[in-house]
């Protein structure tokens, strides 16, 4: 009977090492798939930066040419502006 009992249990150590060992893979392919997920989410978010940056140079850069194209234009557009943002400050 000893020897039934012996090979159950290294049977049952065998089945744990190998479960030791398969959740271990688990382990190192989650580490990796979280790895590549945070290296694609600061690629998408540089960019977008990089997106973001180009578009802002475009628009200020149509805003000096607009303003050079029109400067009495531009100077009345600014003081009503100024004009209304300072009334609406005052209350």
Do not use: C, H, N, Y
């Not at 150590?13 to 290296?39: C, I, M, P």
């Not at 978010?45 to 200020?60: F, L």
């Amino acid at each position: 009977m000893s020897t039934t009992t012996d090979k159950e249990m290294q049977a049952l150590r065998d089945e744990f090492s190998t479960l030791k060992s398969e959740l271990s893979e688990v382990g190192k392919t989650v580490s990796k798939l979280t790895r590549a997920a945070g290296d694609e989410g600061r690629d998408r978010i540089r960019a977008a930066a990089d997106q973001s940056r180009q578009q802002a140079r475009e628009t200020w850069g149509s805003f000096e040419s607009e303003v050079e194209q029109r400067p009495m234009t531009s100077i009345a557009a600014a003081l009503g502006i100024g004009f209304i943002l300072g009334k609406l400050l005052e209350r």
